[in-house]
């Protein structure tokens, strides 16, 4: 049989992973300018962790694990005979393959709260797993890199997250679009129109709406018990840029005239900053997942098409699910594997990236070869990442691996340079060759 890997999953050759790590320490490297500490998670919660917390779309997408052992001697009998996978699947299943990030820290967080300073920033980098049908840019194994903050409902932290955004997409040299909104002014929405009562029915809806158009959204608000009239009102406001007439439009709504407010403060802090890429309000922006309570944010690249590569926001109540009140939260995540895409499209990956020594040594006998072992011990003594082909084949061999491992030196050792010490170095780029010592070598190379 020919080999395979699931759906929705990816090998990732060498030059691809030094790829994918400069992406993960250009994050790294922001994170910790902003004080960010790391903490890493298990791959797999128990699912009274993970269910409840996505919506009931994004607990359909949970990976479930199967119970060790003999998982069919505790099964649910009657579902099993009824076909009730979702009755079967409690009784079979105890563990899931962590959907997010989010959800395991605020588990994190309950569990270590005494030992933990208050408030606690931390950046999280590990794949995550979800049942999507797999397409451009969507994936079922992927990596988040995360940061949040809990334990404060300072807004000054939403600015803090978004200038991270800006900061590292400049680095990665990614034009993007960064959306802000508040689910706050969402409910505002639908406390205007009378629908208070279906506002995540309202939310999911209203989040398909770049993938279905207005004519999409009518129809599924339709199907949540959403009438035609007030379908119609939801997306007129849908349609406001601004907060000043977004006020007039909430004079008797008083959980979006809140929103506005947050995002006033917001605004207060950021726009005292630099920033680099376009942060703009958009209404519209809803992010399905249930547990956002107050600012959201969607990160756009500029010149590709692809989905979301960031998205995050402000979450009250999270940790008080298991347990922990009153501590609020909120984070931002990148979405690392549609970064990478999106880098490789548009050709923005440095090329020394995929170097992964920096020169190779070739010998043309057995005595060089074994004199070159020698050389490049001492060249890796100080620092200095080399190797040394394994064995004294033709030249024309020995110079096409070179070129196919994207070596930008190599060290020619003959019989001559055996005698002398004088080594030859050439750079594969220009071609130039020079004469020159091991310790000269390894200045120019360190």
Known sequence: MKPSIPKGTRDFLPSQVAKRNFIFETIKSVFSKYGYVPIETPSMENLTTLTGKYGDEGDKLLFKVLNNGDYLSKADQQALEDKNSSALTK????????????????????????????????????????????????YQEFYQCDADVVGSDSLMYEAELVKIYDDVFSL????????????????????????????????VAIDKLDKIGEEGVVKELGQRDINNDQSQRI??????????????????????????????????????????????????????????????????????????????????????????KDVSGVGIS????????????????????????KALFIAFDEETH??????????RSKGIAADLYPSPSKLKKQMKYANDINVPYVILIGTDEMSSGALTLKEMETGEQRTLSLDQIAQLLV
């Open 172 to 203: 990665l040299n990614i034009d993007v679009n960064i959306l802000v909104n508040n689910r706050k002014v969402l409910f505002g929405i639908a406390e205007a129109v009378g629908v208070a009562d279906k506002f995540i029915d309202m939310t």
């Open 370 to 379: 074994n004199y070159a072992f020698k050389q490049l011990s001492i060249l």
């Open 91 to 138: 009784s079979i299943a105890k563990k899931g393959m962590r959907y997010d990030l989010t959800v395991p820290f605020a588990r994190f967080v309950t569990m270590h709260r005494n030992d933990l300073a208050f408030p606690f920033k931390r950046y999280q980098i590990q794949p995550v797993w979800r049942g999507d049908r797999p397409q451009k840019g969507r």
């Open 334 to 357: 990148f979405g690392a594997a549609r970064i990478f895409d999106v880098m490789e499209e548009l050709q923005l990956f440095p090329k020394k990236i995929t170097q992964s020594i």
């Open 235 to 324: 997306l007129e406001l849908l349609k406001i840029d601004n907060l000043t007439a977004l006020s007039e439009a909430f004079q008797d709504c008083p959980e979006g005239l809140k929103g506005i407010e947050e995002l006033r403060k917001f605004h207060s802090y950021l726009d005292q900053t630099e920033t680099y890429n376009n942060i703009t309000f958009d209404i519209s922006l809803a992010r399905g997942l249930s547990y956002y309570t107050g600012c959201i944010f969607e990160v756009k690249a500029s010149n590709v098409e692809m989905g979301s590569i960031g998205g995050g926001g402000r979450y009250a109540n999270l940790t008080e699910s298991f347990g922990l």
